[in-house]
C-alpha cells in the first residue's frame, strides 16, 4: 500500500496502520505458548494503545504540516518459517513485529520533520521512539528463543 505525501493524511495513514497492527498482535497472542514472548505481546499492546493516544492528539491538533518525506512502501516480513519446534508461532510474529515496528518508526519520523506544532514534533519523535523499543524487545526475545 502506498502512502499519501499529505501531512493530514499520513496521520490517518499512521493511525489506521496502528489499529490494524494491534489488531493483528492481539489475534496472534492467543496461538503464541511461549510464556516471555506472551508476557512481550501485552507490553506492546499497552505500547501500541499509548501510540494510539498520541495518534489521536495529532489528528485533533489541527496540524496541516507540510509534505511528508517519501516513505518506503510496505516490504515483506522476512519468510515464514512456520513454528518452532514445539509449534510455537512466536518467532513468525517476533519477525514481523519488528518488521513492522522498523517501518512505522520510518512513518513517524517523516511525520515529524512534516510537523508545524513543535508539540506534534515532540509527540511523533515519542511516537518513534516507542515503535523502535518495540522492534528492539522483538529483536532481543528472537535472539533469546535462537539460544535455545
Same mark, same amino acid.
Given at each position: 500500500?502506498?502512502?499519501? %505525501? !499529505?501531512?493530514? %493524511? ?7 496502520r496502528?489499529?490494524? +497492527? &494491534? ?8 496461538? /503464541?505458548?511461549?510464556?516471555a514472548?506472551v508476557? +512481550?505481546?501485552h %507490553?506492546v +499492546? *499497552?505500547?501500541k494503545?499509548s501510540q494510539a493516544?498520541?495518534?489521536?492528539? /495529532?489528528?485533533?491538533?489541527g496540524?496541516?504540516?507540510?509534505? /511528508?518525506?517519501? &516513505? #518506503?512502501?510496505? /516490504?515483506?516480513?522476512?519468510? %515464514? ?6 509449534? *510455537? #508461532?512466536?518467532? *513468525? ?6 518488521a513492522?515496528?522498523?517501518?512505522? !518508526? ?9 510537523a508545524?506544532?513543535? *508539540?506534534?514534533r ?5 511516537l518513534? !521512539? ?7 524487545w522483538a529483536?532481543?526475545?528472537l535472539e533469546?528463543?535462537? +539460544?535455545?
Open positions: 500500500m502506498e502512502v499519501p %505525501s !499529505e501531512f493530514k %493524511s499520513v496521520v490517518a495513514f499512521a493511525a489506521a496502528n489499529a490494524e +497492527l &494491534i489488531r493483528r498482535y492481539r489475534e496472534s497472542a492467543h496461538a /503464541v505458548r511461549n510464556p514472548v508476557r +512481550l505481546l %507490553s +499492546l *499497552d505500547q494503545a493516544d498520541l495518534l489521536r492528539a /495529532v489528528e485533533a491538533s496540524d496541516a504540516g507540510r509534505e /511528508v518525506p517519501a &516513505i #518506503p512502501p510496505d /516490504v515483506p516480513t522476512s519468510p %515464514s518459517t512456520g513454528p518452532d519446534a514445539s509449534g *510455537d #508461532p512466536a518467532p *513468525d510474529l517476533l519477525r514481523t513485529i519488528r513492522e515496528e522498523e517501518r512505522m !518508526e520510518a512513518l513517524f519520523e517523516g511525520l515529524r520533520e512534516a508545524s506544532i513543535e *508539540d506534534n515532540q509527540r511523533l519523535h515519542s518513534a !521512539e516507542t515503535s523502535r523499543k518495540i522492534g528492539g529483536r532481543d526475545h533469546l528463543l535462537a +539460544l535455545f
